[in-house]
């Protein structure tokens, strides 16, 4: 099998590089004109069916992989280095991305995927889809070149030769860190979405290769960014998920440079998908557009970068690799390529409109990327300080939470107070009359949470001094519930619009607005999520935690908890030994339910790892860690967090995610609305605000 998958990824890497050099000349001689022995739509379309090949070839690879991690052929080192005997199933697919070898073949397959299905649509626009296409299959030969030259994923072992040596009875077993249900979900998450942005950036670099006209290839590309951006939303708050069920700190975010990486693209992309309204609506900010899908693209090559060549220490890097300078290299020349091109056909890029007043929604979407912008350098900066440190005075110096806090903290807070301005404002300007009629809401909706929460205890003091957490907390909800007004009060008015034309109640009549315009109401929606995710992430000021060493029957309280140790087992398998403590735990007197965090080592690897016990509610997440035993005298140690609301992080999660399941839906047309509505209320809707068709 090692010999099949080897040979695959050769051939994967001939398909795409004839793709790249038989599309390149062919889009040559379409814009030359130049006469040649074949037709250059001949030649591209030959180029395009070698690239979807390429996809089946680098599948067979993948396949070749999989199955042998599942019939244990630990005469490939991968396999030796990444797997056991006594694996379970589910994980021994994780085993794919546990190592670098697996992880770019991972990476090679969602490219060639992506790819797959770029090559089959290619009648949308033929021509720009030649030019995406060829793009892409350029980033292939890259990372095809790397699997088979640099970090081969089939390399056996030194020395070995079939038939002769003897293989070890066993692998060495997958990372402990990686044996919890969302870690076979969260890497392919967070993949899909670096991988997928190299799509929207090859139709942006090919658009402008080929001085694209009009807008049309923004709204080809914008459904693959959203989607894009989704996966990489999902993958990054299940790994915040995982880093709080399974690493046992109280935490779900810890500024890691592998944390951060994944971050920075969402940030730009975020910005991307905002600004593209601008140049849809107003043939605005142009070349920021170009060059904010150039930034993410190039992210997402820095965050693979850091990961795979262990540039940064984090438990979600690999060790120090030989990769680096392929990296490097191929960042350098997408780099060149980029300014190469824009300065070539910038003339392309002149803005039609430009920001006529700075109350406007126009401003507002500046803002928001020059802020988003700001935030992706902050945390580029403490990322690479490190490297830049050690690189300057030969020692490094890392940089922690407090400082990405310090920063990071207001910036987000302003960002919110953006995501309830924007709706408020309308294109081009208004007079202040207007704006401070839709301000009332929101203002109220502020202060009235200010003034709730301080009466229900939520002071910014701490231990009898001022907490700059707590404060910030207070101002995140604060904001929060009128950003959540502000966005309620469009429905509300738009609803009203519909109601009034239509005959429907109110409900029905805010549904039928958000059908008829899924994008913005569906961007809407994806808003309140990020206001819940703040509500939740805004807990964290109020943490609180208890440690101690319980004999049995002893108790920990920790909030309107007690805890009662009632008993201490153990526990085996063929993957692993188990220790844990069994806690009842009251609430007012009356037992509630049983926690038994757990401690476990697994055989293969002699690694411990951490198994936290969690009861969530929409208030807080009582957080239980089973940190071993006091050798002295056996008495399990237990640490225990009291985590306010938590939940609704995940909460805010889901939110998204229907949010952008609504925007990317087609909406209906006046005609099939029409059809839905009593025949009495077939009037055309009116514009629900600011100008805008609900």
């Given amino acids: 099998m090692a010999t099949f998958g080897s040979f695959a990824l050769l051939i994967a890497l001939a398909l795409a590089a004839y793709n790249l050099l038989a599309g390149g000349v062919a889009l040559r ?3 030359t004109g130049q006469p040649a022995p074949i037709t250059p739509e001949r030649l591209a379309d030959t180029a395009r069916r070698a690239g979807i090949a390429s996809f089946f070839a680098v599948t067979a690879a993948a396949f070749a992989l999989i199955y042998s991690v599942f019939t244990n052929d630990f005469s490939i080192a991968y396999i030796l280095e990444h797997s056991n005997r006594a694996l379970p199933g589910a994980y021994k697919f994780s085993a794919m991305w546990s190592g670098q070898e697996g992880s770019l073949l991972l990476w090679a397959w969602l490219l060639a995927t992506y ?28 990372f095809l070149l790397i699997l088979n030259f640099a970090a081969p994923p089939f390399a056996l072992l030194p020395g070995y030769v079939p038939g002769v040596s003897q293989l070890p009875p066993d692998g060495n077993g997958l990372n402990p860190l ?31 290769m080929m001085r694209y006209p009009g807008e049309k290839w923004i709204k080809i ?41 994944s971050f920075m693209p969402w940030l730009t992309g975020t910005a991307f998908l905002h600004s593209v309204m601008m140049q849809e609506k107003k043939g605005m900010m142009k070349s920021w557009n170009v060059w904010l899908i150039f930034a993410t693209f190039l992210l997402t090559m820095l965050g693979t970068l850091l990961t795979r060549a262990g540039l940064v220490s984090s438990v979600h890097a690999f060790a120090q690799s030989s990769i680096g300078s392929w990296f490097y290299i191929f960042m350098l ?31 507002s979407f500046l803002f928001n990327n020059l802020v988003l912008l700001v935030a992706c350098f902050v945390i580029l900066w403490g990322t690479l300080f490190p490297i830049l440190s050690e690189y300057v005075q030969g020692s490094k110096v890392t940089v922690s939470a407090p400082f990405y806090n310090a920063v990071a903290i207001p910036i987000g807070l302003f960002l919110l107070f953006l995501t309830g301005v924007g709706p408020l404002l309308p294109w081009r300007s208004t007079s202040l009359r207007a704006v401070k009629r839709n301000f ?24 009898g001094a001022f907490d700059g957490g707590r404060f910030y907390a207070l101002v995140a909800w604060s904001l929060s519930i009128a950003v959540a007004a502000a966005i309620f009060s469009e429905f509300l008015r738009g609803g009203a619009v519909v109601r009034k034309q239509t005959g429907m109640n109110l409900i029905t009549s805010m549904v039928l607005l958000t059908r008829r315009n899924t994008r913005r ?64 735990v009251y609430k007012g007197g009356k037992k509630q339910f049983q926690m038994s965090p757990e401690k476990r080592e697994y055989l293969a690897s002699q690694q411990p790892q951490t198994m936290v016990g969690i009861h969530s509610t929409l208030e807080w997440d009582l957080y239980v860690v089973y940190e071993g035993v006091n050798p002295s005298n056996g008495h399990p140690i237990v ?35 029409a059809l839905r509505v009593p025949a009495v209320s077939t009037v055309p809707v009116e514009p629900a605000m600011h100008g805008g068709q609900p």
């Avoid at 089959?120 to 033929?126: A, I, Q, R, S, Y």
């Avoid at 009332?440 to 939520?458: C, H, K, Y």
């Avoid at 004999?551 to 009662?564: A, F, Q």
Wanted: hydrophobic letters at 50%.
């Fill in 221 to 261: 590309t914008r459904g693959w960014t959203m989607v894009t951006w989704l996966f990489l939303t999902c993958g990054i708050f299940l790994g915040m998920h995982w880093a709080y069920a399974v690493l046992g700190w109280g935490g779900y975010w810890g500024w890691d440079p592998v944390e951060n990486a």
């Fill in 639 to 673: 640490k225990a967090f009291l985590n306010p609301l938590v939940s609704w992080i995940w909460a805010g999660v889901a939110l998204i995610i229907f949010g952008t399941f609504i925007a990317l839906a087609p909406p209906i047309t006046p005609t099939s609305a």
């Fill in 29 to 31: 001689l379409l814009a």
């Fill in 440 to 463: 009332i809401i929101p203002i109220i909706a502020f202060w009235a949470t200010v003034i709730v929460v301080l009466a229900a205890g939520g002071l910014p003091y701490k231990d």
């Fill in 333 to 363: 020349i997408v780099l060149g390529t980029c300014i190469f091109t824009y300065v070539l056909q910038r003339s392309h890029l002149k803005s039609d409109a430009h920001v006529e007043s700075l109350v406007s929604r126009e401003s």
């Fill in 115 to 142: 790819g797959f299905v770029l090559r089959l649509t290619h009648k949308t626009d033929v021509k720009l889809y030649a030019y995406a296409g060829t793009i892409l299959s350029a980033v292939q030969v890259f």
């Fill in 178 to 208: 990686l044996q919890y249900p969302e870690m076979v979900i969260h890497p392919p998450m967070l993949y899909l979405g670096y991988v997928g942005f190299c799509v929207p950036f090859c139709f942006a670099l090919g658009a402008l």
């Fill in 521 to 584: 109401y569906g961007g809407y929606l994806i808003h309140i999520g990020v206001v819940v995710i703040v509500v939740g992430l805004a807990g964290s000021a109020f943490n609180r935690n208890e440690e101690k060493e319980l004999g049995l029957h002893d108790k920990l309280l920790i909030g309107p908890y007690t805890l009662e140790c009632v008993g201490f087992s153990q526990d085996s398998n063929n993957n692993y030994n188990s220790e844990f403590a069994l806690l009842d």
